[in-house]
């Protein structure tokens, strides 16, 4: 009888499972000591723990290094950060079909959806000049009221120009104010997408890459198979990448602070990276958390937290395109819905900079400032608008506003003397800061745009293979990551 009773028992249903050692132990899985769960965060490769030990055991190896030790050989940097490059070009090699597979699946995505497509195209591109225009405006503000008061004229002979700084500053002072609209319009359309392909040319890439998905005829596409097979196997490829993550991570910040000569960073070239920094600050501690808060009533420090694999490799990378497999993966972790992910990502990556437009209104007034020239409203102005073009025509890579600096200072009659070497030298550093502050602003931006359109995956009729933007699945992924955070927050 009594076997015959457990057969009843268990018939049609599923065998009750049996308690776990935790509910033995009178705990919940979810609910482990947190030394338990920082120690499986700990062995979860390429995890965002792994990443924050290893950016601080960099830090505090480099900051020794260059307090205690004055004359650090030349080669001992150049040698320790080979690994790093190695693993940042391997990242940035899969940048190009990234986006390219990315903006084709999410146009056919888009164009399957009967109004949200649309709406999510307008949104987004209001969003991203809002933002960048917001940024530029507070940091304007700052510097007049404050950081210039900080920053004093130099002597004459801190404006001398050798010889070689003169044939770059001349090069460079080609550009005319208006050739940077020109510019913005041009990287638009390729005249050779062969050529823009090969030359790194993104955002021509994207807009031909939105073309190609625009004109493609449904999922019996054979082009389209070919898209989303691709895209599996790159993503096959990032989430390796990001396992190495650690590893690349420390050996580039390592490498970058035994450079770092602290006996260069006087007052004017302190008030600089303060005032840069500071900006960049305010804008992703407070402008983008209240947007984020009024729009998705999250707690948008939290979801930053979550998304530090991103800003870390922002950070050491310096580059916002070589981060975007990692800032896709992280979207796609947060639960945001794959049509938004594939298009912001990719388009954030290479419009949306914050930072850079937070930067070049500190940069001018600093060069103007420490030769003496005083700047009225009209060059505010002026200031303003070319900021505001020069930060979307700035390419995704490290130090490429070098040349839109000196652009923007002659437009308002600043001359490029030895101060603008400063800049130079400087210049890898405060780029970190710009890079980190842009990749926040696209992590923030998919959410709130998901916020806005009420694009769900339920309600979008996925086109190609689901999931397939992080290595096995998107699915996968999301569990991964959504149970290391559970266990985290225990």
Not at 51 to 64: D, N, P, S, V
Not at 218 to 239: F, H, K, Q
Request: aromatic fraction near 6%; proline fraction near 6%; charged fraction near 15%.
């Amino acid at each position: 009888m009594s076997s015959t009773k457990n057969a009843t028992e268990y018939t049609g249903t599923t065998p009750p499972t049996p308690p776990s050692r935790h509910q033995d132990e009178g705990q919940t899985p979810d609910k482990q000591p947190w030394h338990k769960s920082a120690y499986v965060l700990l062995k979860q490769p390429g995890s965002a723990l792994q990443i924050i030990i290893a950016a601080i055991l960099a830090i505090a190896i480099g900051l020794a290094v260059t307090a205690t030790d004055d004359d650090v050989p030349e080669a001992a940097p150049v040698i320790l950060e080979i690994p790093g490059t190695l693993w940042l070009r391997a990242l940035r090699a899969t940048v190009l079909p990234l986006i390219v597979t990315a903006i084709i699946l999410a146009v056919q995505n888009l164009k399957a959806m009967a109004s949200g497509g649309a709406k999510l195209a307008r949104w987004t591109i209001f969003y991203y000049v809002a933002t960048t225009c917001l940024a530029i405006v507070h940091s304007i503000i700052l510097v007049d009221l404050v950081w210039r008061r900080l920053m004093v004229q130099v002597d004459q002979a801190s404006l001398e120009v050798n010889a070689d700084d003169q044939e770059t500053i001349d090069e460079r002072s080609d550009t005319q104010p208006h050739d940077i609209l020109v510019q913005v319009f041009m990287s638009f359309i390729p005249s050779n997408v062969v050529a823009a392909i090969a030359n790194d040319e993104l955002l021509a890439v994207l807009v031909s890459a939105v073309i190609v998905g625009c004109l493609l005829k449904g999922p019996d596409s054979s082009i389209l198979r070919a898209v989303t097979e691709v895209d599996r196997i790159i993503t096959i490829i990032i989430t390796f990448l990001i396992y190495l993550a650690p590893i690349g991570v420390f050996f580039l910040i390592l490498a970058n602070l035994m450079t770092l000569d602290m006996a260069t960073v006087g007052v004017n070239l302190g008030v600089l990276i303060g005032a840069s920094i500071a900006g960049m600050t305010i804008h992703l501690f407070i402008v983008l958390p209240i947007i984020f808060f009024a729009v998705v009533r999250q707690n948008p420090y939290a979801y930053w937290a979550k998304c530090a694999p991103a800003w870390i490799t922002a950070w050491v990378s310096a580059s916002s395109a070589a981060t975007l497999p990692v800032t896709i993966r992280q979207l796609n972790a947060r639960q945001v819905p794959e049509v938004i992910v594939k298009f912001t990502a990719p388009l954030g990556a290479l419009i949306n900079m914050d930072g850079t437009a937070i930067y070049f209104p500190v940069v001018v007034v600093f060069l103007a400032i420490t030769q003496g020239i005083t700047l009225n409203a009209g060059d505010y102005t002026l200031i303003v608008l070319l900021s505001v073009l020069s930060s979307i025509a700035t390419t995704p890579i490290p130090s490429s506003s070098l040349v839109l600096t000196v652009m923007i200072a002659g437009s308002v009659g600043i001359p490029i003397t030895g101060m603008y070497a400063v800049v130079v030298a400087i210049d890898w550093f405060i780029d970190r800061f710009r890079t980190m502050t842009n990749v926040s602003g696209d992590l923030f931006a998919a959410r709130i745009l998901e916020k806005i359109t009420g694009i769900t995956d339920e309600n979008t009729p996925f086109v190609g293979e689901p999931g397939t933007l992080n290595g096995t699945t998107a699915d996968d992924n999301r569990r991964e990551v959504v149970e290391s955070d559970k266990r985290a927050e225990a």
